[in-house]
């Protein structure tokens, strides 16, 4: 069992930064590919970007390309997600999930979840 609690999500404005977390419990972490999705209001879930195991290989969603980054610390058992250049279509509550080993890009191929955090940007 892995529990997930992200935290960094807020109020900002256009062109902001923010860089959310990821914290998990247990010993899988290490072993473990992370994602974030979104989901903004009256939308479906989205996939944001993800990484592997080691932190060798990342993807990420060509909203996003150029201007989130996807890191990990391992030794801290937490993952991060850095964003820059928000923009109000950025809006969406941020969950951060995980999967054994290798990355993956779908909503399905993910086995535990966060409680999602909350990211709102004005114009």
């Known amino acids: 069992q892995v529990q997930l609690v992200e935290s960094g999500g807020g109020l900002v404005q256009a062109g902001d930064s923010l860089r959310l977390s990821c914290a998990a419990s247990?010993?899988?972490?290490?072993?473990?590919?992370m994602g974030w999705f979104r989901q903004a209001p009256g939308k479906e879930r989205e996939f944001v970007a993800a990484?592997?195991?080691?932190?060798?290989?990342?993807n990420y969603a060509d909203s996003v390309k150029g201007r989130f980054t996807i890191s990990r610390d391992n030794a801290k058992n937490t993952g991060y997600l850095q964003m820059n250049s928000l923009k109000p279509e950025d809006t969406a509550v941020y969950f951060c999930?995980?999967?054994?080993?290798?990355?993956?890009?779908?909503?399905?191929?993910?086995?535990?979840w966060g409680q999602g955090t909350q990211v709102t940007v004005s114009s």
């Open positions: 990484i592997n195991w080691s932190g060798a290989n990342t």
């Open positions: 247990g010993r899988t972490f290490s072993s473990s590919a």
């Open positions: 999930a995980v999967r054994p080993y290798i990355q993956a890009v779908e909503i399905a191929k993910y086995s535990y």
